[in-house]
DNA sequence: GCCGTTTTCGGCCCGACTGTTTTCAGTCG
């Protein structure tokens, strides 16, 4: 079973057990799930030993997951499910609904999806149960709505809408402080809203141009210090008021996670210390809380970048001094895969060198796809010759920026390149990515890849595992081989900037960094718009922990070139 | 069920908001 699975199964026995009044079980599997999902293997992989030395497991989950790895069963959770078959995960997401109330709907009324709950609450069936009411049924039956076209957006996409919502607040003159937090500001690569604070002298003014503005669709709530509105984007968004003395102990709270809150809240416990949302508390005395920096400073431990806030071992790794010093982004100094109009992108070239200038790139490589079946707008092989000299043409009239000839070849289902091999020494750079027949085994498609990583033109492995967000999952490698391969022939794994791709993901880029893979961070752009999606590329590698010398583009030009000699 | 710079037993994050609570439970972030 995968790690997805088993946190599945984790994840509903603890709300099983929740519905049971079961005390403490429940928080002990939900931080199990959480930390078999972060896992960076497969959990399959691990002995016994190992799985129990993971923070927030011990010995009777260990056991059950040695059970589901080994049967694919677990009859206590078969056993529980049985007590109560009730579709949890859809109807948690029905705002207002919790564990306590989803047990009282299956007692009462005997609903156990989203269906049934649907149903019992246009029949007003709802008010008649004891702690409901006329009120919460419609609440209920408004919300059921957002439950079922719930999904998280993407980053690349929420991340301009929030910018721009920032902006305006910016721009009001009763706004003296304004921050995007959230999952935005951890760069997560999914969203689920939008959460935006605010430091102002006029609240009631500033609630009052935050819900008018041109985006907002409708208002949810508007109150003094909270607001949330629906924007016409398909996303809620929050608007807080916070005093500008907590500032920072706000931003760190409405950062999170969730769990690195928890986390640092019981540190500071330990520490004789309180930790808020207004800041951190030597008894009745604020000790820290204007910015994020004196907290940690206070509390003795790293200063943790928000990319880096994602679960227990971060804090604990923040607690023994060990976070390294990631990547920033204005570290990188060049991209490496993009394409034109002379291929299937949309922007001329010079308009591409040009975006890359203001993005204030030191050098790029066009890389256009080489034609074939799947990229029928591709180059043909001829034309590439006069791409060449219309690139040198260029490198000689545009300053300040070196331009490298390269191109984006397919690597076909035989591993071989889709092209004649000659023409490909007289280039700098070559991106290979499998760009068709994704559905081969785990073998077949791992052989692909090598074969192409052992071709000595070969320097860039494009977008490695085919993932796109929310369309296809990775399709299944043998990771360790590859990023084995890659160390061994100099070969560059891609950190592909694209909204919907973000591959490799964060947690791939944790293994091959400690396997000793260098990476490349590339936007993949096809237009001149999406030269700044290299801040999405930058923001995964940082969650990935990668520092500046893991990646190959931030080396200068001259160092480059080196570098992608094999 | 997990965990240990108070602990192998006895705790387990915290504050705001909402609804219907007449003093608080449930939910959310």
Redesign the pocket.
């Known amino acids: 079973m995968d790690n997805k699975e088993i946190a599945r199964v984790l994840d509903e026995i603890a709300d099983l057990?929740e519905i049971k009044g079961?005390?403490?079980?429940p928080?002990?599997?939900k931080?199990?799930a959480e930390?078999i999902k972060s896992l960076s293997q497969p959990v399959e992989d691990l002995t016994s030993k190992e799985i129990?030395?993971?923070?927030?497991?011990?010995?009777?989950?260990?056991?059950?997951i040695v059970e589901l790895n080994e049967t694919g069963h677990l009859p206590?959770f078969e056993e529980l499910r049985k007590q109560c078959p009730i579709d949890f995960e859809s109807l948690?997401?029905?705002?207002?609904?919790?564990?306590?109330?989803?047990?009282?709907l299956y007692q009462s009324l005997d609903i156990k999806d989203l269906d049934d709950l649907e149903e019992m609450a246009k029949h007003h069936q709802l008010?008649r149960i004891?702690?409901?009411?006329?009120?919460?049924e419609k609440?209920i039956l408004e919300?059921i709505k957002y439950a079922r076209k719930t999904t998280r957006h993407l980053l690349g996409h929420m991340l301009p809408l929030a910018n721009n919502i920032k902006e305006k607040l910016e721009g009001f003159k009763h706004v003296i402080q304004v921050e995007v937090a959230?999952s935005i500001r951890r760069r997560q690569e999914t969203i689920?809203?939008i959460?935006i604070l605010v430091v102002t002298d006029n609240p009631r003014q500033v609630m009052g141009y935050f819900v008018a503005l041109d985006m907002v669709d409708r208002v949810i709530?508007k109150?003094?210090?909270?607001s949330t509105v629906r924007l016409k984007a398909d996303v809620?968004c929050?608007l807080r008021v916070m005093p500008e003395k907590s500032f920072g102990a706000a931003l760190l709270?409405?950062t999170?996670s969730?769990e690195v809150?928890?986390?640092m809240?019981?540190m500071?416990?330990?520490?004789?210390l309180?930790?808020?949302?207004?800041g951190l508390?030597n008894g009745a005395t604020m000790v820290a809380g204007q910015n994020e920096e004196e907290i940690f400073q206070e509390l003795g431990i790293h200063y943790m970048e928000p990319e880096l806030r994602q679960n227990v071992e971060d804090v604990e790794v923040a607690i023994q001094r060990e976070l390294p010093l990631i990547i920033g982004y204005h570290d990188i100094r060049g991209d490496l895969h993009m394409h034109t109009d002379w291929s299937d992108g949309k922007s001329s070239l010079k308009d591409m060198v040009e975006a890359a200038q203001d993005w204030g790139h030191e050098y790029i490589a066009i890389t256009d796809h080489i034609g074939s079946l799947q990229v029928p707008k591709g180059i043909d092989e001829n034309k590439i010759r006069v791409q060449m000299k219309e690139l040198d043409r260029l490198d000689r009239e545009i300053e300040n920026i070196t331009i490298l000839k390269g191109l984006e070849v397919n690597i076909k289902s035989d591993g071989k390149l889709e092209i004649k091999e000659d023409i490909l020494k007289d280039l700098d750079v070559i991106v290979a990515g499998i760009n068709s027949g994704y559905r081969q085994s785990k073998e077949q498609l791992t052989d692909r890849i090598i074969s192409a990583m052992e071709n000595q033109y070969v320097n860039i492995i494009a977008h490695p595992t085919g993932r796109k967000i929310h369309k296809r999952s990775a399709y299944e490698l043998d990771v360790d081989k590859i990023f084995q391969t890659s160390v061994d022939t100099n070969t560059y794994l891609e950190v592909n900037s694209q909204p919907d791709r973000l591959d490799l993901r964060d947690v791939m880029i944790k293994n091959a960094i400690q396997t000793g893979c260098k990476l490349v961070i590339n936007t993949d752009a096809h237009s001149i718009e999406r030269v700044w999606d290299m801040e999405l590329g930058i923001a995964t590698a940082r969650r990935g922990w990668a520092v500046k010398k893991d990646i190959i583009n931030t080396s200068s030009h001259k160092e480059l070139m080196k570098l992608l000699v094999k």
Not at 130 to 136: A, F, M, N, P, Q
Not at 268 to 272: A, D, L, M, P, T
């Open positions: 057990l079961v005390p403490y079980k928080i002990a599997y931080r199990a930390t129990m030395k993971l923070p927030g497991v011990g010995e009777s989950i260990t056991k059950k206590y948690l997401a029905v705002e207002g609904i919790g564990p306590k109330t989803v047990k009282l008010r004891k702690g409901l009411s006329e009120k919460k609440n919300n959230g689920g809203d959460d709530a109150g003094i210090s909270k809620n929050d709270y409405f999170g969730k809150n928890v986390e809240r019981k500071s416990i330990k520490r004789g309180k930790l808020n949302e207004y508390f």
